[in-house]
């Protein structure tokens, strides 16, 4: 199995990205290591299997942007994977920007991709909303950028949100047709990428409205557990969490009607690896009052060593410049034969 993901830079990272992306990638990158170690037991080589993990910064420029602010965010994501337990030793950690096979790749495909099949991307026309005339030829361009980033590791599974499923099927239309038109059926360039779509991952909602979405660009601090949080502040937040009167529920169904209540539950769950009845099984008929320091002291225990680590990393420029450096090197090694290939196939002289 070969991984590859990548994830748009963002800054002020708060228990929702942890939550969505980065625990997804964690445990994928846990599982190639055990399929890693059952494979040298079998007798077999223990390499095969293999993570890459890229900050989509490429991506992020097809949007209107603030340089500074984008190098930060780039910068903060690194902080945050390597400090929730992505292990640059184990997995290849780097950026787009780094690793020039990736935007040579994505012209190579542009000769394969349909304007019709582009046409039809529903995060273009959501993105380029009213605006289409005036929306950026990257942003249209965008998903044959994506489908580059796996084509080009010959990657087998890319774990995605279910809003990025199509860019991926676009990823297969595009290696096929490929394949199809410049190579040989017993000799493809390209491997056919398998979506994986991770279990739903709970929607994390803010603390001060159990109705929106947590978010970094809330004004109120108090909406949202920050990576940055200290241990006191996390206690803090969640003590002051909005939620109604009545004591927790025994079953799910009593949840219904109150969003505060269950956003709670669902993080509590989201930490445990229960799901939402387990929950109710051990606090149903509880009072606020006893839930909520137990959720804290489930944060503070989880969390907070990591929003430390997050927070001791970001401040040190030069470790984080190493592990892309490092990661970026061995991508464009792995990328090499894969570029060269590409090229030959479609006929292009390169000494
Ligand atoms: N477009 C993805 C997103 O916004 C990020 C991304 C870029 C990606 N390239 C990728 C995800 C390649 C998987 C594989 O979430």
């Known amino acids: 199995m070969r991984v590859v993901s990548g994830i748009q830079p963002t800054g002020n990272l708060h ?33 095969g299997n293999q993570c890459l993990f890229f900050l989509a910064d490429l991506h992020a420029i097809s949007m209107p942007h603030v340089p500074a602010e984008l190098r930060a965010a780039t910068l903060e994501m690194v902080a945050a994977l390597v400090a929730c ?12 920007a780094q690793v020039p096979a990736h935007s040579e790749l994505q012209w190579l495909l542009s000769g394969t991709a349909r304007m019709g099949w582009l046409s039809r991307m529903t995060q273009f026309k959501d993105k380029s909303g009213k605006n289409r ?18 084509l080009l590791y010959q990657a087998t599974h890319v774990p995605v949100g279910e809003d990025q499923k199509q860019h991926l099927e676009l990823a297969r239309d595009i ?39 947590m978010s970094k660009s809330d004004p109120s601090d108090m909406s949202r557990i920050n990576l940055s949080d200290d241990a ?26 109150r969003p505060e209540a269950k956003n709670l539950v669902a993080i509590y769950a989201a930490f445990t690896g229960q799901d939402i009845e387990g929950v109710l099984g051990e606090f149903g008929g509880a009072g606020f ?7 804290g002291e489930l944060l503070v225990e989880t969390l907070a060593p990591m929003a430390a680590r997050f927070n001791e990393l970001k ?33 292009l002289i390169r000494g």
Do not use: C, H
């Not at 625990?23 to 059952?38: F, I, L, S, Y």
């Not at 005339?133 to 796996?150: H, K, N, R």
């Not at 190493?322 to 290939?341: F, K, N, V, Y």
């Open 15 to 47: 228990l929702g990205n942890y939550l969505g992306a980065i625990r997804n990638w964690v445990r994928m990158q846990d599982e190639m290591e055990d399929a890693n170690r059952a494979q040298a037991a079998a007798g077999g080589s223990a390499q």
């Open 85 to 96: 337990g992505i292990d640059p030793d184990r997995s290849v950690l780097f950026n787009q």
């Open 133 to 150: 005339e005036g929306a950026s030829i990257a942003l249209f361009t965008y998903p044959v950028l994506q489908a580059a980033d796996v």
């Open 175 to 213: 290696a096929q047709k490929f394949n199809n038109d410049f190579a040989s059926d017993e000799d493809p360039v390209f491997t056919l990428p398998e979506p994986y779509i991770p279990p739903e991952a709970a929607r994390i909602m803010s603390l001060r409205d159990g109705t929106a979405k």
């Open 232 to 257: 006191d502040t996390m206690m803090k937040k969640v003590k002051k969490a909005k939620t109604d009167p009545e004591p927790l529920p025994s079953e799910a169904a009593g949840l219904e009607g």
């Open 289 to 295: 009052g006893t839930f909520k320091p137990a959720l």
């Open 315 to 347: 401040a040190d420029r030069e470790s984080l410049d190493a592990i892309l450096a490092r990661g970026a090197a061995r991508a464009r090694e792995i990328a090499g034969p894969t570029l060269s290939r590409a090229y030959q196939a479609l006929g």
